[in-house]
C-alpha cells in the first residue's frame, strides 16, 4: 500500500514538472528548484549552502534554527527517488564554507552517503567551498557534458551553459497580490538555476548583473509547486 502511494505521489510531482528546451535538448524544471536532463540521467541542483545556520553563528550573527541541512537533503532525496538519477551535479556552493562542510552531523555525512550509493556524483566548485570537502564523489571545477557545461559562475556565452551563483528570483503580479519566487533563467545560451539551500535568499532578475547576463529572449521559470515560465522581467537597464 505504501508503495502504491509512493508511485501517484512520484505521479503527480512529476505532473507539476516543466519541460524547455536548450541546447538542442529537453530539461524538465523541477518544483524544488532541482533541474532534469533525462537523456543524460543527470540531476543537477545549486548553491545548497549546506551548514548556513552553524556559519552564521560562528561568526556572531543572529541564531538560526539548523535545520537548513535535514530540509536541503530531504528535498534532495526526494528528487533522486523522483528521477533515478544515474548522475548528481552538486553545481557549487554546496557548503556555506569548509568549516562548516568539515562540521556536518554523522546524521548529515551518513545521508549524503546513502544518496550517493549506486551512482556518479559530482561536486562542482563554488566561491564558498572551493576545494575538496573530505566527502566521496568527484570534485571539478566545470563539467563538460555534450552538449552541456555545468560551472558554478557564468563566463563568457557559452551555448549550453548551466551554471548557478546569483540564486536568481523573480517578482510578479497575480491576482491582486505580489508573488515572489526562486526561479531558473534561459535564453539561447545560458541557463541560471535557483538556489536549491534553504536561507539562501535570492536576487532579482530585474537586478544587475542578472538582467544584463541574460538575452531579451530570456525566460524565467518560478519554482514551487506548479512551475510558471513568464518572460523574464527586465528593468530599464537591461540588455536592448
Not at 545556520?53 to 534532495?76: F, H, I, Q
Request: glycine share 8%.
Amino acid at each position: 500500500m505504501r508503495l502504491a502511494i509512493a508511485a501517484v505521489e512520484r505521479q503527480e510531482q512529476k505532473m507539476n514538472n516543466f519541460d524547455f528546451p536548450f541546447a538542442g535538448t529537453t530539461l524538465t524544471a523541477l518544483p524544488s528548484g532541482g533541474l532534469w536532463w533525462q537523456s543524460g540521467s543527470l540531476l543537477t541542483v545549486s548553491d545548497l549552502h549546506l551548514g548556513k545556520s552553524e556559519r552564521v553563528a560562528r561568526r556572531g550573527g543572529p541564531m538560526l534554527p539548523p535545520y537548513e541541512t535535514e530540509d536541503a537533503l530531504a528535498r534532495l532525496d526526494a528528487d533522486i527517488q523522483l528521477t533515478r538519477a544515474q548522475t548528481v551535479v552538486c553545481l557549487g556552493d554546496s557548503f556555506d564554507d569548509l568549516i562548516a562542510a568539515e562540521s556536518l552531523t554523522e546524521a548529515a555525512s551518513l545521508w549524503i552517503t546513502r544518496l550517493q550509493a549506486g551512482r556518479r556524483w559530482i561536486w562542482i566548485e563554488g566561491n564558498h567551498d572551493a576545494g575538496p570537502t573530505g566527502l566521496a564523489g568527484s570534485h571539478l571545477s566545470e563539467l563538460a557534458a555534450p552538449p552541456l557545461t555545468f560551472r558554478h559562475i557564468t563566463r563568457e556565452r557559452t551555448h549550453g551553459e548551466i551554471s548557478g551563483h546569483y540564486h536568481p528570483k523573480a517578482t510578479v503580479q497575480a491576482r491582486g497580490r505580489t508573488i515572489s519566487r526562486a526561479c531558473f533563467l534561459y535564453d539561447e545560451d545560458r541557463l541560471i538555476l535557483p538556489s536549491y539551500g534553504t536561507y539562501t535568499g535570492g536576487l532579482l532578475c530585474t537586478s544587475q548583473p542578472l538582467s544584463s547576463l541574460m538575452s531579451p529572449k530570456a525566460h524565467a521559470i518560478l519554482t514551487g509547486t506548479n512551475p510558471v515560465c513568464i518572460p523574464m522581467p527586465r528593468d530599464r537597464g537591461a540588455r536592448p
